[in-house]
């Protein structure tokens, strides 16, 4: 009697392949959870450098004006969301306008946010937009006793030092990329230029 061998067939069992898959789709979901928790975090780091990146620039502008100048143009005098600098130049005086737009608006042809900071050389051309996605934006103003000064008014003559501070915040948090309220501030800037006046 000859005996009848049969060939084993080589593969996977139901069972074998519902295990291999349940693992695979265990290790794909970790996969891409990282890569999505990572995504999330790059993103926020990109928009947290984004807003500092603006602040020291700001910050840097502004700190060259106010050194820079004599005091507050005639009709134009400051308020807490805008401020026209008189600035000494070789040829004479120009102007620097600082303003914020809590909405959003059109000056000059140019379509600013809301929520932003222009910078404008001379007062009255194009401005440029220094800071976007403001929560909240401060000019402040100090005799040189380092008092505050509100009346703009009657008292803009004694405005001996000036202030900025602002928070502002990027991203969006329905995606997991927004960044921490990112809160900035100037020193007290001397307007070394002006003549100290009461």
Do not use: C
Request: positive net charge.
């Amino acid at each position: 009697m000859t005996s009848i061998r049969h060939r084993s067939r080589a593969g996977f069992t139901l069972v074998e392949l519902l295990v291999g898959m349940s693992l695979a789709l265990i290790v794909m979901t970790g996969v891409l959870s990282t890569f999505s928790f990572l995504g999330r975090n790059l993103a926020r780091l990109a928009h947290q450098q984004k807003l500092e990146t603006e602040a020291r620039r700001t910050l840097a502008y502004f700190a060259q004006d106010v050194r820079m100048a004599t005091g507050f143009p005639i009709g134009s005098p400051p308020s807490n969301t805008a401020a026209t600098f008189t600035l000494l130049t070789s040829a004479g005086t120009t102007t620097t306008a600082y303003n914020y737009y809590a909405s959003a608006t059109t000056v000059s042809g140019v379509s600013i946010p809301a929520g932003s900071l222009t910078r404008t050389t001379p007062s009255g051309g194009t401005p440029v937009i220094l800071l976007t996605n403001l929560l909240s934006f401060d000019f402040d103003y100090y005799d040189a006793n380092d008092t505050a000064v509100t009346d703009f008014t009657n008292k803009v003559r004694s405005i001996k030092k000036v202030a900025m501070d602002f928070h502002s915040q990027t991203g969006r948090s329905a995606d997991g990329t927004q960044a921490p309220v990112f809160p900035a501030a100037s020193p007290r800037l001397t307007i070394r230029n002006k003549a100290l006046l009461n």
